[in-house]
């Protein structure tokens, strides 16, 4: 009887946990949807893949759990921000509607997302309460394994023929017809010559072997920084650091050290200069 009033009942820690992690899975669903920057709306999912995953394994889906962190949040959402990295996306891109009244669709479609969920949730009715630890009597995968593939089998093969659906849809509307021809490398060689531009690549940034990073300029022979170097978008963002003087005062160190011991062994007297060779 205990054991039963314990599965209808919710412990003070349980209580405290879905209210906190629900709170922030909410909040993080919703920064996902209204944040301007791409970067920052797939970081908001992720963080609420992983609360969910937490609600998974607390629940004792740890499969289920396992498989949001390492699936959807380790691989899925890692991929989002790698293309978007490459991609570029900014906020003004976002914001561009390649279709017309596409927010207004979208809108109703939630709206009526919303409706439906709320009618399901209204007519539901538990009348028997099975428990975790008759579910997973056989084990959490057996258990999970046996409801999608028996109970569950269609509604799985629908889902996963909308997943390929989306995937195939995406590659359709990034995909661009090329209108002219690809350049090949010779052309594009014989292009920059005619052209004046800089004929061999780019000097490699940092100065000298002191420095290595991207946003370092290299030095020419004479000290002065070369622009040619440095990334354009690193300059125009104002992300460069300029080490040049510090590396000016550094030769003007050492050509003060060369000139002293110049000074130094011319007058040194012959004979200390004739001992010293017989030394060696």
Same mark, same amino acid.
């Given at each position: 009887?205990?054991? /039963?009033?314990?599965?209808?009942?919710?412990?003070?820690?349980?209580?405290? /946990?879905? =209210? $906190?992690?629900?709170?922030?899975?909410?909040?993080?669903?919703?920064?996902?949807?209204?944040?301007?920057?791409? $970067?920052?709306?797939?970081?908001?999912?992720?963080?609420? %893949? @992983?609360?969910?995953?937490?609600?998974?394994?607390?629940?004792?889906?740890?499969?289920?759990? !396992?498989?949001? !962190?390492?699936?959807?949040?380790?691989? !899925? %959402?890692?991929?989002?921000?790698?293309?978007?990295?490459? *991609?570029? +996306?900014?906020?003004?891109?976002?914001?561009?509607?390649?279709?017309?009244?596409?927010? =207004?669709?979208?809108?109703?479609?939630?709206?009526?997302?919303?409706?439906?969920?709320?009618?399901?949730?209204?007519?539901?009715?538990?009348?028997?309460?099975?428990?975790?630890?008759?579910?997973?009597?056989?084990?959490?995968?057996?258990?999970?394994?046996?409801?999608?593939?028996?109970?569950?089998?269609?509604?799985?093969?629908?889902?996963?023929?909308?997943?390929?659906?989306?995937? *195939?849809?995406?590659?359709?509307?990034?995909?661009?017809?090329?209108?002219?021809?690809?350049?090949? /490398?010779?052309? %594009?060689?014989?292009?920059?010559?005619?052209?004046?531009?800089? $004929?061999?690549?780019?000097?490699?940034?940092?100065?000298?072997?002191?420095?290595?990073? $991207?946003?370092?300029?290299?030095?020419?022979?004479?000290?002065?920084?070369?622009?040619?170097? +440095?990334?354009?978008?690193?300059?125009?963002?104002? /992300? @460069?650091?300029? +080490?040049?003087?510090?590396?000016?005062?550094?030769?003007?160190?050492?050509?003060?050290?060369?000139?002293?011991?110049?000074?130094?062994?011319?007058?040194?007297?012959?004979?200390?200069?004739?001992?010293?060779?017989?030394?060696?």
């Amino acid at each position: 009887m205990s054991a /039963q009033l314990a599965a209808y009942s919710t412990s003070t820690g349980e209580a405290f /946990q879905f =209210w $906190v992690l629900g709170t922030v899975a909410v909040v993080g669903a919703l920064c996902t949807v209204f944040m301007k920057k791409a $970067v920052h709306s797939a970081l908001c999912l992720a963080g609420t %893949m @992983i609360i969910l995953a937490v609600f998974y394994l607390a629940n004792g889906a740890y499969f289920l759990g !396992i498989v949001q !962190i390492v699936v959807y949040t380790g691989a !899925i %959402m890692m991929l989002f921000l790698f293309v978007v990295m490459l *991609v570029g +996306v900014t906020a003004a891109d976002s914001l561009k509607e390649t279709i017309k009244g596409q927010r =207004w669709l979208a809108l109703l479609s939630g709206l009526g997302f919303g409706v439906l969920l709320i009618a399901g949730i209204g007519h539901a009715s538990l009348t028997e309460f099975t428990g975790l630890t008759e579910a997973n009597a056989n084990g959490n995968v057996e258990g999970l394994a046996a409801l999608i593939f028996t109970k569950y089998v269609f509604a799985f093969e629908i889902t996963g023929a909308l997943l390929i659906t989306a995937a *195939v849809g995406a590659m359709v509307l990034t995909h661009r017809e090329r209108t002219e021809r690809a350049l090949t /490398q010779r052309e %594009m060689a014989e292009r920059r010559v005619r052209e004046g531009k800089h $004929v061999p690549p780019l000097p490699a940034p940092g100065v000298y072997a002191r420095h290595n990073a $991207v946003d370092v300029q290299g030095l020419l022979p004479d000290g002065t920084p070369s622009e040619l170097t +440095v990334s354009r978008t690193l300059r125009e963002r104002g /992300q @460069i650091r300029d +080490v040049s003087a510090e590396a000016l005062n550094d030769l003007k160190a050492l050509e003060r050290r060369a000139e002293e011991r110049l000074e130094r062994a011319a007058i040194e007297p012959p004979h200390l200069k004739r001992t010293e060779e017989a030394s060696k």
